[in-house]
């Protein structure tokens, strides 16, 4: 079960600026910690994150260990167009989610 | 023993008796704050949103595991109870509850268990399980802001006792010298998720 969640707004004028907020499920796993026993716990970290609105990346996130789990990203972009936003999120052991928003500008 | 010494072991005993007073008393209903209001102002902003609050994560998969078939019976929570929506307003909040069957109180989890290898015939979801929590998370959603409210009764009233007894007994421990809760159970919040 790998989750995310995307909130933005359903319409927006054009030129306004509109905040997305995304939350995405990982333990971001740092690697820096151990077991009981002494054994290295390997790191699983989400490593990037990007929105691409229209073909265009207009937002991106290189993430690092020391991250808190279940990262929140939330950012600001211009609704210039209606159209797509596609969110990817890019991780350690074939981590990969998309999520895709529509809005609408008038 | 001098004179000043047993006044300040008397002292020691009366601070003592007062300390064990303060812990053995009830906070009156009035009185008793959840922990949202410890937390910081920012750590309430993100509670606060369902487009920031984690948890909504579990709440998400947890309505997916709600609708999925499960075990040899092949049947889905949802087959029995529903939308969860109708069905499960309050339930949370009644937990622990007394089962009958088992003669003793069953938490939110264990009822979800008991449910699960009775009706779906399913092996039981290990306590602390991405599964159980989220199934768990789903089902509290829909008691948010009602009063958590278990009943107490004659069947319940030994189990509260019991539970009484042991969170205020004294126990060694180096982080935890005064009696306290050692919570493996997850404990609860008096503020529905």
Not at chain 2, 18 to 40: D, F, K
Not at chain 2, 145 to 161: M, N, Q, V, W, Y
Request: net charge positive; with cysteine; hydrophobic share 40%.
């Amino acid at each position: 079960m790998a989750r995310a969640v995307v909130t933005l707004p359903a319409q927006a004028k054009r030129g306004e600026i509109i905040e997305i907020k995304t939350l995405a499920q990982h333990a971001m796993e740092t690697g820096f910690r151990r077991t009981q026993t002494g054994d290295l716990i390997p790191r699983d970290i989400i490593r990037r994150f990007t929105c691409i609105y229209n073909g265009t990346e207009v937002y991106r996130v290189d993430l690092h260990p020391a991250i808190a789990a279940n990262p929140l990203i939330a950012f600001n972009t211009v609704a210039t167009e209606s159209g797509t936003l596609t969110f990817q999120w890019v991780g350690d052991n074939g981590y990969t989610v998309t999520e895709i928003a529509s809005i609408r500008v008038e | 023993m001098s004179l000043r010494t047993g006044v300040r072991s008397l002292a020691w005993a009366a601070a003592c008796a007062l300390l064990a007073n303060s812990w053995a008393a009830e906070i009156p209903l009035g009185e008793r704050r959840s922990g949202y209001e410890l937390m910081a102002r920012e750590t309430r902003a993100i509670q606060d949103d369902d487009a920031t609050n984690p948890g909504m994560l579990w709440v998400l998969d947890g309505e997916a595991l709600w609708n999925r078939k499960a075990g040899p019976a092949g049947r889905a929570c949802a087959d029995c109870h529903g939308d969860a929506r109708a069905s499960m307003k309050g339930v949370a909040a009644r937990h622990p509850a007394f089962d009958p069957a088992r003669g003793r109180p069953v938490n939110l989890e264990q009822r979800i268990n008991a449910c699960r290898a009775e009706r779906q015939k399913a092996a039981p979801l290990a306590y602390e399980s991405k599964e159980l929590l989220a199934l768990t998370a789903y089902v509290a959603r829909q008691s948010r802001g009602l009063p958590i409210e278990p009943a107490i009764d004659a069947r319940t009233r030994p189990f509260l006792e019991a539970g009484r007894e042991t969170f205020n007994r004294r126990r060694a421990s180096s982080t935890c010298p005064a009696p306290c809760a050692t919570t493996t159970t997850g404990g609860s919040t008096s503020r529905a998720a």
